[in-house]
C-alpha cells in the first residue's frame, strides 16, 4: 500500500469514527471532524502532512 493510501484511510477512518461517536456518544466529537477537514485542507495547500511523517517514521524507515 503506498504512503498516500494510507494517509487517505487514516483520514476517512477518523472521519468515520468520528460521526460513529457523535451518534452513540456526544456531539462534541464533531470537532474532530472538523480537526481532520482543516488538517487535509492544510496539507493540500502548504504540503506539511503530520500523519506523512508518522507513517515514514513507523513503516517506511530505512527502506525496509
Known amino acids: 500500500m ?3 493510501n494510507m494517509v487517505r484511510m487514516l483520514a476517512g477512518s ?3 469514527l468520528s460521526l460513529l461517536l457523535y451518534y452513540l456518544v456526544s456531539p462534541y466529537f464533531l470537532i474532530l471532524t472538523a480537526f ?3 488538517n487535509l485542507l ?3 495547500v502548504t504540503k ?3 500523519a506523512e511523517i508518522a507513517f515514514k ?3 517506511f524507515s530505512g527502506g525496509k
Open 14 to 16: 477518523m472521519v468515520l
Open 48 to 50: 506539511f502532512c503530520p
Open 57 to 59: 517514521k513507523l513503516f
Open 42 to 44: 492544510q496539507s493540500s
Open 2 to 4: 503506498s504512503l498516500e
Open 36 to 38: 481532520v477537514g482543516l
